[in-house]
């Protein structure tokens, strides 16, 4: 089979034969349809502090089932699957909180870049029929966001500023209004995502610059409740101070890979909580694949591209650079 592999310590992304595989006791097979390029694949495989490491690598993939391994129940030949890339081995402090990216035991079952991937059985998020594989393949990045507006808190009415204009940041938005916000108001240093932000929900659209402080005020009838950062850029999380209200709330979805000081004393004199999060358990995964098609919007909306495996490596070039995508999926 093809598969994108990753040198490791910001070495090249090459396309190389590899084995097709062959499902172990409790395993799967799939046939990868779709993956999607994540900011985390861009900023992980630059040699910084957080690397991927040698291997393969894609965690936002969909397929379809060709091999079962002995003891799986449940699967058929032929069936449609998302995956939960993040393996969980259920027993450590991680998996007592049910997010599967805190265990530090389990392999990974990130290997969406490539024609097939095996996993456990246990991961796999069976897609209805009214799901297609580029829905499947949106559900890991929906997953992120609806765990990140789940632990944070939202309370219904709230009033909510989105730092952002990514996938995360988008699917936030859709998420704070799936669980009624109140108004809900996007930022971004420019308006290139103003309309996609609007029909995932936001009320409002405002660009960094010098009056945003009043802007934002305004359109929300004071300080927001509620700030996600989801930019995971330096200077974001001062940004996000900057706006909190007294008692308010920042929540970091952000995964900012490199320093990004702001002053505590800013927080402080607010009293603002901060809160940091990554992550996910299965069951955003399959309330996602039950849910998707019944939102106020069509999440696969923000997919801009399609490209085929063989181009993975210099579309991921091109994505580090200035351009006008927003969320690229890889067909394999």
Request: proline share 5%.
């Amino acid at each position: 089979m093809k598969a994108a592999i990753y040198a490791g310590k910001g070495g090249p992304i090459t396309i190389e034969d590899l084995p097709d595989p062959t499902p172990g006791e409790g395993e799967v097979v799939i046939r990868v349809h779709r993956c999607g390029i994540c900011g985390t694949d861009l900023s992980m495989t630059q040699g910084k502090v957080f690397d991927f490491g040698h291997g393969q690598f894609g965690h936002e993939f969909a397929g379809e089932v060709v091999a079962l391994g002995k003891g799986v129940d449940g699967l058929r030949l032929g069936q449609k699957l998302s995956a939960n890339p993040s393996g969980a081995c259920g027993h450590c402090l991680g998996c007592a909180g049910h997010n599967h990216v805190m265990c530090r035991n389990a392999p990974s079952a990130a290997q969406g870049f490539a024609e097939f991937a095996k996993f456990p059985a246990n991961l796999a998020v069976p897609l209805p029929d009214t799901l297609s594989m580029a829905d499947g393949a949106l559900i890991e990045p929906l997953a992120v966001s609806l765990y990140g507006v789940r632990q944070s808190g939202l309370q219904r009415g709230q009033t909510v500023l989105v730092l952002g204009g990514g996938t995360v940041a988008l699917y936030a938005i859709y998420w704070a209004r799936v669980m009624g916000a109140g108004r809900i108001v996007a930022m971004s240093r420019s308006a290139r995502r103003k309309e996609l932000c609007l029909a995932m929900g936001a009320d409002a659209f405002v660009a960094f610059g010098p009056d945003e402080v009043g802007e934002v005020s305004e359109l929300l009838s004071g300080a927001p409740d509620m700030i996600f950062e989801c930019a995971g850029a330096e200077g974001m999380m001062a940004k996000a101070l900057m706006h909190a209200k007294v008692y308010g709330k920042v929540v970091s979805l952000g995964f900012c890979t490199s320093p990004d000081p702001f002053m505590p004393a800013m927080a402080a004199y607010k009293c603002v909580t901060m809160q940091f999060l990554v992550g996910y358990g299965m069951d955003e995964f399959l309330t996602i694949a039950r849910e998707i098609d019944k939102g106020h919007v069509d999440p696969k909306t923000i997919i801009t591209s399609t490209v085929p495996l063989i181009e993975l490596p210099d579309t991921m070039a091109m994505l580090r650079g200035a351009n006008t995508e927003t969320k690229v999926h890889v067909l394999c």
